[in-house]
């Protein structure tokens, strides 16, 4: 009889954990749904669009929430992924990986000047967020900054990075 109370004193003990470690690995992810806007302009055209993270996305395209882009006027900005171009880029969470969004800014208007905004309050808090210029080599701390600009002189590449910042690793991922 002893016996079978501690092993029912065992399994208790044992589902209990497991039920404390889901709740807590489930709020990690939960706490770092997010969306956030970046709007990219030239003289009065704007695109806007979206990335961010749910625990239910993937980093593919998932119809709930990535939206195809429909280009046209004086800007055309859009995430690019392998399967289109999107105004909407909704990946899974992840605290190991880095994730990336790859941006293509496009306009007809040469030599005027391209402003991308965002909110910094917008971008998980536990996060390092950068937006990096290949042809200028700026890497810009979208947490500090909320805004970068170049000159408009063609089709401009640009990546957001995101990394979650987990102890022991090196302060830059780029």
Known sequence: ???????????IVTVTSLAIVLLLYSSLFAADNWEAN???????ASNRL????K???????????DVPAMLNGDISAY???SEGRYWRDIKAPSFRKIKIWKVRI????????IVLIWKPEALPKKAEVYLIDPITK????????KQYSYINN?????KIKLRYKLKGQRNSFL
């Open 55 to 65: 625990a239910d996305a993937t980093d593919g395209i998932d119809g709930q929430y």
């Open 50 to 53: 979206s990335l961010g993270q």
């Open 1 to 11: 009889m002893w016996e079978d109370m501690d092993i029912m004193k065992s399994k």
């Open 154 to 158: 063609g089709p401009r590449d640009l």
């Open 38 to 44: 970046l709007t990219v302009s030239v003289l009065n």
């Open 79 to 81: 995430f690019l992924q």
């Open 138 to 145: 700026r890497v810009i701390n979208m947490k500090v900054h």
């Open 106 to 113: 496009e306009s007809p208007l040469s030599g005027e000047t």
